[in-house]
């Protein structure tokens, strides 16, 4: 994919940023999940009281791509205030190998642009999966 298209994926997570909804830990995070034809759904953190009942920002794109009918995935973008690219949580990590593919690349953006291009499976590797169970 050219450059520009991977710029403008990394704004509109930008964007998406700027909606968290942070008065507990004041940690804005965006993200862009891009469909297989290109349609693209960006997420923000949403936060609760019981902070358990927060969404992540990842997790927020994932479910409205998934809920508005969208089943392959291309890429996705993480944007965080990080000093270096942002780390996704563990439960994230988890529902991303739900829907995306194991090699699908994951960009990872901390503050000043600092970026780490990796993939599902080394976010989680060794991960469960409905393969675990359905074969
Ligand atoms: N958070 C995300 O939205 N995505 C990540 O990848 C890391 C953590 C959020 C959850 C919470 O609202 C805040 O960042 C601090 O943990």
Same mark, same amino acid.
């Given at each position: ?63 409205? *791509? ?5 089943? &392959? !995935? ?9 000093? =270096?690219?942002? /780390?996704?949580?563990? *439960? ?5 190998? &739900? !829907? ?9 953006? =901390?503050?000043? /642009? ?22």
């Amino acid at each position: 994919m050219e450059n520009k298209t991977r710029d403008s994926w990394i704004h509109l997570a930008q964007d998406a940023k700027r909606n968290a909804y942070i008065p507990y830990s004041h940690f804005p995070v965006g993200a862009c999940l891009v469909t297989k034809d290109g349609q693209t759904f960006t997420g923000c953190n949403i936060e609760n009281a019981s902070f358990g009942l927060t969404n992540c920002a990842e997790r927020t794109a994932i479910f409205k *791509a998934v809920s508005d009918g969208a089943k &392959e !995935f291309q890429y996705l973008v993480i944007v965080g205030d990080t000093e =270096g690219p942002i /780390s996704p949580c563990g *439960a994230c990590r988890q529902v991303v190998a &739900e !829907f995306c593919d194991q090699d699908m690349p994951v960009l990872l953006v =901390g503050k000043d /642009s600092e970026m780490k291009e990796t993939t599902v499976s080394e976010l989680l590797p060794y991960m469960f999966t409905s393969k675990d169970f359905n074969d």
